[in-house]
């Protein structure tokens, strides 16, 4: 069988979720699917990999059933530069892994990954336009590709409750968790300090990673942080993220209890920072009101940081064994949940032992196999032939 495999977001900039996603399958598909198409080898698949015109260690050394095909076109690639190659390409199957298909893509079947569908809870926290194409496209989706792959059974819920979509064409299949690479950051005591010196970090602190906005309910967070402190807890908050909607709302507040030296934003963190920030905090807290999966939990289980969570369906669906769930919007609730957990060194090591035992569920190779799994259930086409171009 040929597979179209869209990899235009591989090479953005500043990766998030969708872009990390589809690296990680890309990675996996090149080692499980390896093998010479053309010579009968034991993989039976032909891969074709559309991408934009950036560069990618995953599109070097590719073997020898996956061709690359650059599309340059910048604006409407999708509908149009990806449309137009599907027009001579014409694989059998054509695997989106980014949340977006074409309108019209000549008869090519297709199986597409939605993420979440965050817009349809926060629609404030989107542009106009922003929140139209995204609705559109869950549309066109669920409407045009013959399978759907979501991240979680709670997402997988949301497109049945707002869609009205067919359970039956959407499969589950959780994503991996990709360890830190050695290479990213060399453990040094002495680059520490000065770290932390940079962020102006001079106590035991709890940590939050990602954006500082309304969504991450970083009002309730700070609430729930001046009563930790107002029980005598010497501590402080790090928030580490860049600027999102909302974020003055959450730097009023910080002004109003005078939290100034004791609430740390530190901006865009790179991959080193955060690392460190994660390898030396003594809890993590995240309150987010919505999440399509919630990587930053799994990163902080990898540190062995005990973690506090909303209370919502996806961390109740993941990770309800193995963090203290609170009520997110109740800064009572969780201050007590931080400082029992923060007190208690017995229940910190238990917490950090069931998310480390639990991260091992979430395996990159394990996600890839299921999706190729899924991908193989298509009958090919027997009279196309694969030619490396």
């Known amino acids: ?9 591989i090479s953005a900039k500043n990766k998030t979720g969708a872009e990390n996603y589809s690296e990680n399958l890309l990675h996996w598909f090149k080692k499980l699917d390896r093998g010479d198409f053309l010579d009968g080898g034991k993989y039976h698949n032909g891969y074709i990999v559309y991408k934009s015109s950036s560069n990618s260690m ?20 999708t509908q149009v530069g990806l449309t137009r190659e599907l027009s001579k390409t ?18 090519v079947k297709t199986v597409a990954t939605i993420h979440d569908v965050a817009f349809k809870y926060f629609p404030d926290q989107y542009s106009f336009l922003d ?3 995204l609705d559109i496209m869950t549309q066109s989706i669920l409407k045009r590709s013959e399978k759907v792959i979501t991240l979680s059974q709670t997402t997988k819920d949301d497109l049945i409750k707002f869609y009205g979509a067919e359970e039956e064409k959407i499969y589950v299949i959780y994503p991996g968790f990709e360890p830190p690479k050695k ?6 005591e002495g680059k520490w300090e000065k770290m932390r010196d940079k962020f102006g970090i001079i106590r035991k602190y709890l940590l939050y990673v990602g954006r500082i906005e309304t969504r991450k309910n970083l009002t309730t967070l700070i609430k729930a942080f001046y009563e930790v402190l107002s029980s005598g807890q010497e501590l402080q908050l790090v928030l580490a993220g860049r600027k999102g909607v909302g974020y003055e709302k959450v730097l009023a507040l910080i002004e109003k209890f005078n939290l100034k030296d004791r609430v740390i934003l ?8 955060k690392n460190y920030l994660l390898r030396n905090a003594e809890l993590f807290v995240f309150l987010s009101r919505y ?27 993941l990770y309800s064994n193995a963090v203290v769930l609170v009520n997110p919007y109740e800064s009572k609730e969780v201050a007590e949940a931080i400082i029992s957990t923060v007190k208690n060194n017995r229940r910190k ?24 799994e899924l991908l193989n259930s298509f009958e090919p086409d027997k009279k196309k032939i694969f030619r490396k171009q």
């Open 291 to 317: 999440e399509g999966f919630g990587l930053p939990v799994l990163e902080a289980f990898y540190y062995e940081l005990p973690v506090i969570a909303s209370r919502i369906p996806i961390f109740e669906e």
């Open 349 to 372: 090591d238990s917490l950090a032992a069931k998310g480390k035992e639990l991260l091992t569920k979430f395996s990159w190779e394990r996600a890839a196999k299921e999706t190729l």
């Open 131 to 133: 929140r139209n194409i």
């Open 266 to 273: 530190t901006g865009y963190v790179n991959e080193e920072e």
């Open 183 to 188: 290479s990213a950051f060399h453990i040094s």
């Open 1 to 9: 069988m040929i597979v179209g495999f869209d990899a235009s977001r």
């Open 90 to 107: 014409k694989p059998d199957l054509l695997f989106a892994p980014s949340q977006s298909i074409p309108f019209y893509n000549y008869g």
């Open 58 to 77: 995953e599109f070097l050394d590719l073997p020898r059933n996956f061709a690359l095909k650059e599309i340059l076109i910048k604006k409407l690639w």
